[in-house]
Structures are given as C-alpha cells and as structure tokens.
C-alpha cells in the first residue's frame, strides 16, 4: 500500500484528505498523478508539486511500497 | 537548551517573547524579529478571517531545513519560527520570525531570507474568506510557479 | 491615538509587546522590529556593564524626524522607537525599534533605515566598563566622523 | 547669557555638565569653541558637532542671547 495526502485547495476539489492505494503497475510520480487524474478528473493536481516521505520529489521518481506521498499545491505561509 | 523547539507549527496564539528568548544570548547585539498578521484589506477586497492548514510535520521539517540553510549562509546567526495554523482573525498574528546575531546586517538579512523561503518551500496554505466567497490562495509571490527559488526536489541539481 | 508616545527615551526597561502595539493596525500584514542587546564580548574585549546617556529632549526630537523621514520615503509604514538610558547589564535592550507596512520589505528596509540612522544623528553617547577601564564610545559606525550620513547642518545643503 | 551644555567624554573631560556665559564679544559658534578651548583646553570638544536649541549647525551659525548651544560628541545610540 501507498499513502497519498491531499491539501488545500486539492483536498476540497476532491473531497477528500487521504488515500490508500495498491502501488500496481504505478512506478513512479507521473504514473501516480496520471492515475488519480483519470479516477478523479481533478483540475488542481496538475500544478502541485510532490513530496514522498516528506522530501520535494520530481515526477520521475520512483514510489515504494509504504511510501507517503504528498500533493503540495503552491504554498502561500507567512 | 535541548527542549526547546526553535520550529514550530501551532494551533495556538504564538508569544512573540518566547520567539525572542530562545535566540538571544549574552553574545548577540541585535535580535530582528518578523510578525505576519491578518491584513483586512488585499487589493481591495475585504477580508472577513483566514483559515491556515499546514502539513505539520512536513512543514517543521521544511522550517528546520530553513534553519540550516541560514546557519551555512550566516554562521553567527540563531532563528527560531513559529508558524500558527487554524482559524485566524484580522490582526491576529500567523508567523513569527526570531533571528539574533552578534551583527545587526546579519541579523536583518537572515530574517528576510526566511520569510521568502517559507513562502517558497513550506506547506502551509491559506484560505481567504472573504466577504462574497472563499478562495485558497496560491503562491503569494505572485510570480510563476516555483522559480529561482524553487522547492529543490530529490534528484534534482540546484 | 493621540496620547500614544512612539519615539522615546526612557530609564526603565523597554517592553517590546508595547512597541508593536504601537504601531500594529487592520491595515498591516507586515511588522518588524529591531532589538539591540548588550552584547559580553567586542573585539575580544569583556564588556561588564554600559552606561548611556542622552540629550533626551533632542534625542527624542530626532527620532520624530527619523520618523518623518521614514514617513517621505515609505508613506504606507509606522514607526515606533524607544531607546532606553542609564546602566545596562549584559543582555538588557538598549533600543526597539518597530515598523509595520501592509508590505514585508517596508517594514525591513524603513526598520534598517531607522538604526542607521540613530546611530548618525541622535545625541545618544555608550560608555563602555570594560574588565580593565572605561571609554565613551565614538561614532559606532566607525567610520570618519559623519560621513555620508552625516546630520544636515541649518544653512547646509544636503 | 547663553546656555552650553556638554555630554559624555567632553562632560567628563571638563568635569560640568553645564555652563552659563555671557554672549558678549561671541557671535558664532566657531568663536564659542575658541572661547572654550582657550578656556578649558579641551581636546575632544573641537571634534564635536553642535546643535543650538536642538539643531545641529555649523560653525558658522550666530548664537544670540537666551540660545542653548550644545556640544555633541560622536553619537553611539543603538
């Protein structure tokens, strides 16, 4: 199982704060997003960036088995 | 010195105080400190409250990292931030930013680069709710997504 | 409002909460405040304790002017300075300094501004008591004597 | 009678804190430093700045009766 989190304005489009998902036939970041983009057909998903295990990652990364990964959309702190 | 929490994500009002005492020091001549509150009006639009969510433990992990690319860039330097999440009012204060140095250039320059960084790099997000709809805000710098000062993500080269 | 003293000189401690109280409003995202200390070491010199002194009426008639020119360069900031006089140990708050803007590089840039700026033209002298003697301290900025930003003479032209 | 008023390293070198002298025979504020000097011979007051009722001046400015001239050392507030 992968963890997923959802923030912010993706986590209201969707509807909801987290996901377990079995990692079949998704390898890496790109898959993820586009397998989430097919299921749900968010509009935000797109332009978030991504952190597993709580380190900024690029779409080419690789997923793990009881990896948790995060959909960071732009962050506006301070 | 061990138990204190120089990054912090809190519910909670922050003490301002509490920020400057955990960087001061018998060896440091200047203490910049930065408060972030709850502005009524952006752009002409009116804000009723802000409503801050965090990936907490993510977001003190991003804030420490800050610390340590300031402790590279200004040695003499010590910082300490706390960041609040929830519901906040107008005034409230959302952020404080404690940097001591023996040095006051120092001590200025390291706060101002912390601020910017955690616009860029820390999960934190923030829902305006104003008085004809809500709206979670994207990047406050206003610029492209992630640029110069982009998250450096795994893999990556700087 | 109008009882509210932003630029003073005082014998007693300086509460810092009271400076950004001052100058914190609805309209401001932004507030920065400067805290200088009494730092132990200068130079490798063990300081054990200061004396300052003022000409307090001047001094804080030049604080309203620092707070006027920061007024023509940053319209949108609010300034309060409190400097304090008198023996101060290791670690005491000589001054603060607090500017709010509805924008955070305002409330850095007038906030430098405003040290440097005391550091040139307000009639405030620091003795230091040394392990091994005493000195009235010069121009911090140790440079020739007013340079640059030298006060502006009656008659001179800037 | 014009009022003077020394701080910091020139209070201590000439040992007042104050001073009141009559204007007769000075007119600006470089003859008041002469005055002074060949008075107290002072050795950090020609390296002071002066401000009459608050304002800085130069060398040249005219002092006149009631004036309070003021001599003031390199600052080092902050």
Known sequence: MIQILFFAGIQ????IDRLEVEPEGIYT???LKGFLQHTYHSSTL?????????NFVTEQEKIKEGDIVAFIPPVSGG | MNDVRFFEIVDQPIIIEDLI???????????????????????GKK???????AYPTMAEKMLREIGVEIKKKWPDARVAITH???????MDIAV????SSPHRKTAYEANEYAIERIKEIVPIWKKEHWQDGTEWVGNQLETIRYPAGKPIAKGESE
């Open chain 1, 12 to 15: 209201e489009e969707l509807g």
């Open chain 1, 46 to 54: 797109q332009q978030s960036m991504t952190a597993i295990n709580e």
């Open chain 1, 29 to 31: 970041v790109k898959e």
């Open chain 2, 96 to 99: 404080v930013i404690a940097v």
């Open chain 2, 84 to 90: 609040r999440i929830g519901k906040l009012d107008i």
């Open chain 2, 47 to 53: 804000t009723l409250f802000l409503e801050y969510q």
């Open chain 2, 21 to 43: 005492h955990k960087v001061a020091s018998r060896e440091v001549g200047a203490i910049t400190t930065f408060i972030g509150t709850v502005r009524e009006f952006t752009g």
